[in-house]
Each structure stands twice: as structure tokens, then as C-alpha cells.
Nanobody, 123 residues
Framework: VQLQASGGGLVESGDSLRLSCAASGATSEYYAIAWFRQAPGKEREGVSCINLSDGATYYEDSVKGRFTISRDNDNHTVYLQMNSLRPEDTAVYYC?????????????????WGQGTLVTVSS
């Protein structure tokens, strides 16, 4: 599976962005798509995830109520709508194939990664 992430940019605090993760290749062989982010000097963290079969979703606590993940199975694309952006959301965002069910506390990346898209939020 090949993943192509896009949609990052420079915005001001309170603005919105929508990230896209387009999948190609053996798209029937993965179960979930997750978004991770890594800020300078910090470890990578899981932001959100969606199970492509049952639609179960995961959100990291700091983005709950602000970010929404959705899927377009026909076009093999997952979106991350990010509203009310904060400077602390600044990071490179990556999408990845993952394992996730609503019985898990967080998604586990498994398989492919996209190339990353930079989100910069100015105060």
C-alpha cells in the first residue's frame, strides 16, 4: 500500500486545515488508517485513527472536539479535519496503515507510511 499525505500549510491560531491521505496499491489489505504527528524535539504521537471496516475512531485527548477523521472508501482516502488549531498542533503529520479497534487504547502503526505534511500554526 502506498500512502500520499497532503493538505498541510501555515495557518493562524484558530484556523482550520483538512489533511488528506490517499491510498493506492493493495488497499484491501489494511484495516485502519491513522494520523501521527511529530513536533520538533518531541516523540511521535498518535493523533487520530479510523477503522475502515466499522468506522471506529480514535482521538488523542488534546484534539478531541477539534479534529474529525473521516473516510471515503470508494476513493481510498482518509481525511483529518482540523479545527481551532493551536500553536501546539504544529508538527509534521504522517498517515499510516494501522491496527485499531474500539477495544484498543490507541492505534498501532503497521505497514505503510505516507511522506508527511507540515502543519504550522502561528500564534
Amino acid at each position: 500500500v502506498q500512502l500520499q499525505a497532503s493538505g498541510g500549510g501555515l495557518v493562524e491560531s484558530g484556523d482550520s486545515l483538512r489533511l488528506s491521505c490517499a491510498a493506492s496499491g493493495a488497499t484491501s489489505e489494511y484495516y485502519a488508517i491513522a494520523w501521527f504527528r511529530q513536533a520538533p524535539g518531541k516523540e511521535r504521537e498518535g493523533v487520530s485513527c479510523i477503522n475502515l471496516s466499522d468506522g471506529a475512531t480514535y482521538y488523542e485527548d488534546s484534539v478531541k472536539g477539534r479534529f474529525t477523521i473521516s473516510r471515503d472508501n470508494d476513493n481510498h482516502t482518509v481525511y483529518l479535519q482540523m479545527n481551532s488549531l493551536r500553536p501546539e498542533d504544529t508538527a509534521v503529520y504522517y498517515c499510516a496503515t494501522a491496527i485499531y479497534t474500539n477495544l484498543m487504547s490507541e492505534p498501532i502503526p503497521f505497514g505503510s507510511w505516507g511522506q508527511g505534511t507540515l502543519v504550522t500554526v502561528s500564534s
